[in-house]
């Protein structure tokens, strides 16, 4: 089969959940046989040159990388607020050169599949439909609506009826772009009814993000007790999340135990972010260079989520490594765990602090749920299995 995959930003390195998801699939599309080729926005806040890609990366896929002009400023978000009822999230991946590209490229090759990976990239459809029979695949990586309604009310004053306004908008754009796709693939069995309830009427196929088998743990190097977060610190339901935990819970827990570490890992960290993270005990790595490495030297993961939607990858691959994790229902969403036994799941900042301490005191609970925790990626979550089960989607459609 050949498939296009199209992306708003380059899949490479895969460090946050959207890269892992389009990166872990496209190998297995190539393990598979199957002839890929990945079309990117080359964007200011995740540039690379295709040089960057290791040849391993570059032999499973044609790479095209296309850059696309910045956009990204408080002055143009304002311009949007007043001018526009386009969600600013949207119109800034809406480019005329990537435009030029895409239809380029629909010259150049034929295509069976292509595969849209994200909300921000099916504005692109009709200039889709123009140039190709392919079927059309709108890859839902999570709910964007819900990401900022959350967001919205986690917020207050000026910021919260911005993002109210902003949520409205990305509703409208969601809604607008339903059924405009031949196939549904979402990530999450939730997500899938939620677009349902917004009105999809196209054949879906929910196929969650694999991992791969290189994911291996080890406790080689194991700091226990530890804790330790690992996630993208620019974007804002990671900050609010790991500023609540900071503010509420970790006074508690420091003063509990005093020689206890809290180790951060996360790239693009904003100065006000950094200047929260100066506290005692308060290990801030930024971004490390191997974050397996960094998740296998430490013990119990901290994953505290109040706003977002889709999946938690990052919760996932922690899981693969035998990691004993703490998160919110929230975080937990999309991922068919059992509350105790594959994770901690807590809401309030007692809950939190309680789940953390028994796990901090109980080293046999500790190794049994990270042992669990495995035992349930191995059986849900094989990277090539979930790849040849959308495969198998595709082919019963394309004849």
Known sequence: MRILQVTNKVPYPAKDGGAIACMNLAKGFSQLGHELTILSMNTQEHP??????????????????????????????FINLLFSKKPYNAI????????????????????????????????????????????IVYRAHNIESEIWERTAQNAKGLKQLYLKNLSKRILKFETSLLNQYDLLVPITARDETILETLGNCRPSFVSQTGIENSVVPSSKNLEYPSLFYLGSLEWTPNQEGLVWFIEKCWPVLHKKYPCLKFYIAGRNAPVWMKKKLERPNIVFKGEVDDAYEFMNSKAIMIVPLFSGSGMRVKIVEGMALGKSIVTTPVGAEGIKVEDGKHLLISQSVTEYINAVSILTEDKALFDQTGKNAIEFVHQNFDNLAIAEKLIGFYSRHIQ
């Open 48 to 77: 690379i040159d295709i040089d960057e890609i290791p040849e391993e990366i570059r032999h499973i896929a044609d790479f095209r990388i296309i850059d696309v002009p910045p956009r990204i400023s408080v002055y143009w978000s």
């Open 92 to 135: 800034r991946f809406i480019s005329r050169s990537f435009s030029k590209e895409l239809k380029k490229l629909l010259t150049e090759k034929t295509f069976d599949v292509i595969q849209l990976e994200g909300l921000y990239v099916c504005p692109y459809i009709p200039a889709i439909r123009k140039k190709t029979n392919a079927w």
